[in-house]
């Protein structure tokens, strides 16, 4: 259902756009490797195996890593913390991993501090100089990710998943029983919005990228949020896509992640992509980027997703400041059952910061489609955890329900582009299909593609027919 027909971009940029502020061009190499990764791995067998490698591997070796953050090199804590007791004798293996992670995120947190004085602090640099820091915190940020491998020595079956911490129906209810009355006090936008801080910037391929940073203005959360925000150059009021990620991608700190939508800011679209709760920068120690969202169902689900709806708010606020365009929410699996839930919110927000478009891929109707019965929940070993701590699918399905679009999105349904993958199991296909079908979202704005849920962003790098019909579509509400 991919339209082979590639429309022209919104705006045509000057020649003579080569000064220090010009964005960079992506290099034929960089091009040529999507292309082929796109060929190689936008197939359906790409979503069996990725769901095997993250059971067997990514998920239990990153649980063995979100260990030695708290552990500061003692072997001692890292043994005491281990969840398999039959790797206990492997005191050779424990420190050299422990010594190898301790090496990198030295090296990383240096990278980190002189990147935070070069972007945000007092003094400014010059440009080659602000690029070579960014160049070097993402690439060292890539590599004590990557210490996760050193692990493996002490990988077995023992390890679980994810370090479940289950909030009993009782806890939940002490929280959230009010927003079964009431949900809005916990989605509304602040009364006051956040100072947000805006960095230096660098050149990217398509413009230029800077960092906004505010305070969450979640109570449950209050932490520092990070977006980083892409600006097309030489395009006057861009519109601008906020856009949210997947559970456990942490795109501002690996190199090569897929960019499903990296073409919108060559189309003239500003995009926002901030940081979910619990990922990236606000992972607290001992987690894992995205765990204990997931760990602590159903308290860590609700806070993240309240939680990030009013931060939209703030982002769409900063928007609406610094552009006249029209603003849209979007995202891939997580990051669009966030925009479609905030874009449900917003019918009670003030008029400016609502949404006018929507670009939804690998989403669901219904978050108990993919947390009760999504693929992921199985491997996380939820549905087990959570019935012995007294939860049934009756008790939980109000609360989850709270998160789900109750209403029709703000948008009208022709400012609303989907792509769902028919062999989805972990954001269900069907319950994407049924809610788009009950949005009466048109034909032409809905991509209904022969893959799964780790296949239909690997499609896209190279099909780019659906970005391409959102950048019309958001022309049209301009």
């Known amino acids: 259902m991919l339209d082979p027909v590639f429309k022209p971009e919104l705006v045509t940029r000057p020649a003579a756009m080569e000064s220090a502020a010009a964005p960079l061009a992506a290099p034929l190499s960089a091009t040529l490797r999507r292309n082929v990764t796109s060929l190689l791995l936008g197939h359906p067998w790409f979503d069996d195996v990725g769901l095997r490698l993250l059971k067997r591997y990514f998920f239990p070796l990153s649980r063995l890593w979100a260990l030695a953050h708290p552990a500061d090199g003692s072997l001692q804590q890292y043994r005491a913390a281990l969840p398999s007791p039959s790797r206990l004798d492997n005191t050779a293996a424990i420190a050299q991993a422990l010594s190898r992670f301790e090496a990198r995120r030295a090296t990383s947190a240096a990278l980190d501090a002189a990147w935070e004085q070069v972007f945000f602090g007092p003094h400014d640099h010059p440009l080659s100089y602000r690029e070579a820091i960014e160049q070097g915190r993402i690439a060292h940020r890539h590599a004590f990710n990557a210490t996760r491998r050193h692990f493996w020595p002490l990988l077995d079956r023992d390890v679980p998943a994810v370090r479940l911490d289950i909030q009993t129906p009782e806890a939940t209810a002490a929280v959230f029983r009010p927003a079964l009355a009431d949900l809005n006090p916990f989605t509304c936008p602040p009364a006051r919005m956040p100072a947000v801080a805006v960095s230096r910037s660098v050149r990217s391929v398509g413009g230029t990228d800077t960092w906004v ?10 932490d520092t949020v990070t977006a980083r925000v892409s600006t097309p150059v030489g395009v006057l009021n861009p519109p601008t896509l906020i856009f949210g990620h997947g559970v456990c991608v942490e795109f501002d700190h690996w190199q090569g992640l897929v960019d499903e939508v990296g073409a919108l800011v060559k189309g003239g679209i500003r995009v926002i992509r901030p940081e979910a709760p619990w990922h990236g920068r606000r992972a607290p120690s001992g987690y894992f980027g995205g765990e204990r969202l997931i760990a602590t169902f159903p308290m860590g ?5 309240t939680g990030a709806v009013q931060e939209w708010a703030v982002l769409a606020h900063w928007a609406r400041t610094t552009s006249s365009g029209p603003i849209a929410f979007g995202g891939t699996s997580l990051g669009a059952l966030t925009a479609q839930f905030a874009a449900d919110r917003a019918r009670d927000w003030q008029d400016d910061l609502k949404p006018k478009a929507l670009f ?6 219904h978050v108990s489609d993919a947390i009760q019965h999504g693929a992921l929940a199985r491997i996380w070993g939820g549905p087990e955890a959570t019935a012995a701590k007294g939860w049934t699918e009756d008790l939980a399905a109000p609360y989850l329900g709270l998160l789900d679009p109750v ?3 703000v948008v009208k349904p022709s400012a609303i582009v989907s792509v769902l993958g028919r062999r989805d199991v972990v954001t269900p296909f069907a319950s994407g299909r049924a809610a788009i079908e009950d949005w009466c979202v048109p034909a032409e704005n809905a991509f209904l593609l022969d893959r799964g849920h780790f296949s239909v962003p690997m499609t896209l790098l190279r099909e780019t027919a659906p970005v391409r019909r959102f950048i019309d579509v958001l022309a049209d509400v301009r």
Not at 213 to 222: D, T
Not at 301 to 305: E, Q, R, S
Not at 360 to 365: D, F, P, V
């Open 213 to 222: 940073r505010f305070k969450s203005p979640s109570a449950r959360l209050g």
């Open 301 to 305: 689900l609700l806070d993240a997703l």
């Open 360 to 365: 939804l891929i690998t989403h669901c109707g």
């Open 407 to 409: 209403r029709r999105p």
